[in-house]
């Protein structure tokens, strides 16, 4: 019976670890999946989204400032002494015949019952008008939309941010593997050189010439691998995935700048009124507004009403107050020797340069479209160009290696159509990141 609980419980450990194997494994993204997963798990729109329901509660904590207010307030105390006051409620027993005295000036009352003070007062008070009420109201709803345009801007910082660490990690990761690749296909050049030379075919140069190409491979495949994985950490980061969390990018480098230039017509028109930059100036602009007029609201007389329901809890004389009252509050500010007026004046000074950012800023991000829009038809060309070339050196570097093999091109001719092909290699990379940044930074700009 032992035997076979041990056995079940070994299968159920088996099974358990075999499961935990399955899906411990990478998690793959493509671009679109990486933007997606960032937008819903990345540390700093987390921060972004909470910036916008403290917007929102901030719209009812202006409002309940308009509405009912109700308080509860209670007292006890006692006093042991009355501070001599107990002789005008005991009889007079100086005069003659002694008990026979005067009686107390308050008549009847027990002085024990004044050392104890208990009461409950309750009080409702309701804001009829106030001018800087209203305008504060207005404003925090504008607040609130400050913050829900700073949310949009932060979504659309992180999906280019999320863009170009995707491209960087493709492209180390596409250099890792030329390098690979390369590395293996010179060590057997460099092995066969190496024979040839010991059978007195080839000369010593073409051997060191070969080792110099294999060793500058073997050092630029480490860098490469370095940074792959420094750019999969970042990427990581910038996800909100965990850094210990294996991923895998399960997109190519030419697919995708295939797919941007087939996007290339949507980007050909820009509506200012749908830059996030521009709507926040203006909106901005708007409660330099509200400011200025809430300063101007100061002059306005603030209005309450209020009810107060008065109980004594004991039999203190002195504890005489009407049970109910109601009221109203009026205050009206009257003269402070001119500091309202020059506070609606700055106010009305910065409302005014509010309104010239947002027309510099509107007639600024014009011209940076234009600028954009260029430099993304420039990269775009730029990175044609060069895959061209790419391509043309990639086939002159494996023809030289035939030509080398078969013994006919020499090993100088080798190094060079090496180096010429990793030079082309290395401009294609750098057209594809131009062009990822051109693209990323014009729908930046069209980004609603």
Request: a negative charge; hydrophobic letters at 35%.
């Amino acid at each position: 019976m032992r035997v076979s609980l041990i056995l079940i419980a070994l299968q159920i450990l088996n099974l358990s670890g075999k499961s935990q194997s399955q899906t411990a494994g990478p998690m793959k993204f493509s671009l679109e999946q990486s933007r997606q997963y960032a937008l819903e798990n990345s540390p700093v729109l987390k921060n972004s989204a909470r910036d916008v329901d403290i917007a929102k509660k901030k719209i009812w904590e202006t409002t309940a400032i308009g509405l009912p207010q109700a308080e509860l307030s209670g007292t006890y105390s006692y006093s042991p002494e009355l501070a001599g006051l107990s002789d005008l409620f005991a009889p007079d027993t100086t005069q003659a015949g002694g008990e026979g005295g005067t009686p107390p000036i308050f008549g009847n009352i027990n002085a024990n019952d004044l050392k104890t003070n208990f009461f409950m007062n309750v009080q409702v008070s309701q804001l009829i008008f106030n001018g800087q009420y209203l305008v504060g109201l207005k404003a925090s709803k504008v607040y609130s939309d400050l913050s829900k345009l700073a949310d949009s801007k932060s979504k659309i910082g992180v999906s280019e941010s999320i863009t170009n660490t995707y491209f960087t990690a493709l492209i180390a990761r596409q250099a890792r593997m030329i390098l690979d690749s390369t590395l293996k296909v010179v060590e057997k050049t460099l092995f066969q050189t190496t024979e040839l030379y010991k059978n007195g075919f080839v000369e010593s140069t073409d051997v060191d010439q070969i080792k110099i190409l294999h060793t500058n491979i073997k050092t630029s495949l480490s860098v490469s691998i370095r940074q792959e994985k420094l750019m999969e950490r970042l990427l990581k980061f910038q996800m909100g995935i965990p850094v210990d969390q294996s991923i895998e990018l399960s997109d190519e480098i030419e697919p995708l700048v295939n797919g941007m230039i087939l996007q290339a017509e949507s980007l050909d028109s820009f509506d200012l009124n749908n830059n996030v930059d521009y709507q926040l100036l203006t909106t901005q602009e708007k409660l330099a507004k509200l400011n200025m007029q809430q300063q101007k609201s100061q002059f306005l007389p603030v209005i309450a009403g209020f009810y107060q329901r008065y109980e004594s809890l004991d039999d203190n004389f002195f504890n005489d107050q009407s049970t109910n009252t109601f009221g109203l509050s009026l205050s009206l500010p009257l003269f402070n020797s001119g500091q309202r007026l020059s506070q609606v004046g700055q106010r009305q000074l910065e409302y005014m340069k509010a309104q010239t950012n947002t027309q510099m800023t509107g007639e600024s991000l014009l011209i940076q479209y234009e600028t954009s829009f260029s430099e993304f038809l420039s990269a775009k060309d730029i990175y044609t160009m060069q895959k061209e070339n790419k391509d043309l050196s990639l086939k002159i570097y494996r023809k030289s290696l035939i030509r080398f093999t078969e013994g006919v091109g020499s090993s100088m001719d080798l190094n060079q159509a090496q180096t010429q092909y990793f030079d082309a290699e290395s401009s294609y990379f750098q057209a594809v990141m131009s062009f990822v940044s051109a693209k990323s930074k014009l729908e930046s700009l069209l980004a609603q």
